[in-house]
């Protein structure tokens, strides 16, 4: 008989009994994050309030269920994952914009991030609050 089971490379696995691995924060921030942004680009253009809301909500949810040693992550998580949600949205909301696809996601990527400075802070601040506030608490072994 052969042993069906799959097994993921170390690291790969997004959670267990104790909660997220720094993976599992990081993709439950971009699924929050990219439900938020695909929302706001089908109904109108560029990321706006429904995808501020998803972002600082699956930031905040990241660092409160992950691992305690994984907290460091869930603090510089958000802003690389509003870069690559901001890239997403420019690119499902320009899909057949004139001019280079480059050009066009590297001028919205700098736009969100200038336009979206205060969500970028709100969410990053939130993780870092919730993250010192859980290892502060955090029984010592």
Known sequence: MQDHHLHLPAGAHVADRRGLTAVGAATIGLGIGFVGA???VETGRGLRTTFAICFVLG????????HREDLKATIVMPPLIYCVLALIGAAIGHYGA?????KQNALELVSSLIQGAPVLYAATGLALVIALVRFRTARQP
């Not at 930031?59 to 992950?66: G, N, R, V, W």
């Not at 004139?98 to 480059?102: A, I, S």
Request: avoid cysteine; hydrophobic fraction near 70%.
């Open 98 to 102: 004139p001019g280079g696809f480059l």
């Open 59 to 66: 930031s905040a949810l990241a660092a409160l269920l992950a």
């Open 38 to 40: 695909v929302i706001d």
